[in-house]
């Protein structure tokens, strides 16, 4: 059995243990609920053998035995649903000597670091292509393990080393020096510091301590977000699946800079700053792909339009781009949006206020046109029409900026 395998079989029986120690102390509770009534009954009863009571309220203390008799009544029937809870700590026992047996573990809480440490081992040195079973299979057990929200979200950075020794590996790790990274983050940008994370420069006695980029799902899964991302159910994974496609992409070559570079020009024009810039205020290629997962940009549905529009850089098809978009974006308008900026090469930014506009005069055509239904052309005829559309289409969108200014 392979150790995930393990650590899932683990991660179960603590699930079932969770449940049994809430079983045993809701046990507990009830009977010491039951105590305190018996106590109560016994002291109801001995004031009523001992007549210790005045004219009138004799009814009122057999009525107060009544109910706390049935009161107690109702916690033994609690108590017999839950069942015999020295069974029920037997069982907790035994799980619990599985769960360490079976994981090498000395504890439950140890079982925790030891699957925190199997995560980041298989994000700083594995490959999903070669753990021994299909990266789809793997990937299922991944999510059981650990949770969409947490693989999504996951980052760590690298151990640091220092600068004049640089063989020289700590186990310490970024988050110890992260209160003194915040403490100088703002300070040590004026002094080039980069704040993306690659290779960052603290002083440390006389030497430079480095970070080394942080690491993401990427790093373990990269070129296989198009086999996974029918697999993830929210979108965070979907999301970070998306930003792991498109660093994928970038770094076999073909470039994702034109697409971010123009998207974000757009956007600087409504005061809007998706993307990380460098220190001249260019936008940051690598900076913004391994941020994207946590930047707004890829809830602005205008990038992907933009990424459309570049389809040629990226090499990255339509129907595989959808899967990993927010189905909240997807309607008839942003589909016909997609369309046209990859026929056309050419896409306007929505603004807010013009987000949901639609432009009904050429969408007829433009769907026909995508869709195949246009008569048989000849070469030239299909190279004029695509010119005379694309220059009506800029006219068009002229107009329709005029009257908008």
């Keep these: 059995m392979g150790k995930i395998d393990d650590l899932i079989l683990a991660k179960d029986v603590i699930s079932s243990n969770e449940e049994l120690k809430k079983k045993i102390k809701k046990y507990n509770e009830i009977t010491d609920r039951k105590d305190s009534l018996q106590e109560k009954l016994s002291e109801l009863n001995d004031r009523i053998d001992m007549f210790e009571y005045s004219e009138g309220t004799e009814s009122d203390l057999y009525q107060e035995v009544s109910e706390t008799e049935e009161s107690i009544e109702e916690l ?12 029920l700590q037997s069982k907790y026992e035994q799980q619990e000597n599985k769960v360490l047996e079976t994981t090498g573990a000395s504890s439950t809480s140890e079982f925790y670091e030891l699957e925190e440490k199997f995560l980041e081992n298989l994000i700083f040195n594995e490959d999903i292509a070669n753990v021994g079973e299909s990266p789809e299979e793997y990937f299922k057990k991944l999510i059981q393990l650990y949770g969409e929200e947490e693989l999504a979200h996951y980052s760590r950075y690298a151990p640091v080393y220092k600068e004049n020794d640089p063989d020289n590996i700590y186990e310490n790790y970024y988050d110890e020096y992260e209160e003194s990274y915040e ?55 979907k999301t970070a699946l998306l930003a792991s496609k498109l660093r994928t992409i970038d770094e076999v070559d073909m470039d994702v800079s034109a697409a971010i570079n123009e998207y974000s020009e757009e956007t600087y024009k409504y005061g809007k700053n ?24 890829l809830e602005d549905r205008n990038f992907y339009m ?38 056309t090469k050419t896409y306007e930014y929505q603004n807010e206020e013009t987000n949901n506009r639609r432009d009904e005069s050429i969408d007829g055509e433009l769907i026909a046109w995508l869709e195949g239904k246009e008569k ?30």
């Design 76 to 87: 033994d029937e609690e108590l017999k649903k839950i069942g015999d809870v020295e069974v």
């Design 183 to 237: 403490d100088n983050l703002e300070e040590s940008y004026e002094e080039d510091f980069d704040v993306l994370g690659i290779h960052e420069k603290l002083a440390n006695d006389d030497s430079t301590v480095y970070f080394a980029y942080p690491h993401t799902l990427h790093d373990f899964i990269q070129g296989k977000e198009d086999q996974l991302v029918g697999i993830a159910s929210t979108q965070p994974l």
């Design 274 to 297: 998706y993307c990380y810039n460098d220190e001249y205020g260019i936008p940051d290629t690598r900076g913004t792909l391994l941020n994207l997962a946590v930047l707004p940009i």
């Design 306 to 343: 933009y990424l459309v529009k570049h389809i040629d850089e990226t090499q990255l098809p339509i129907k595989n781009l959808v899967a990993y978009i927010d189905p909240e974006f997807i309607n008839e308008q942003f589909i016909n949006d997609l369309k046209k900026a990859r026929e």
């Design 376 to 405: 048989t052309l000849t070469s030239l005829e299909k190279e004029e029409k695509k010119i005379s559309e694309a220059e009506q289409l800029i006219d068009m969108q002229k107009d329709g900026q005029n009257k908008g200014e």
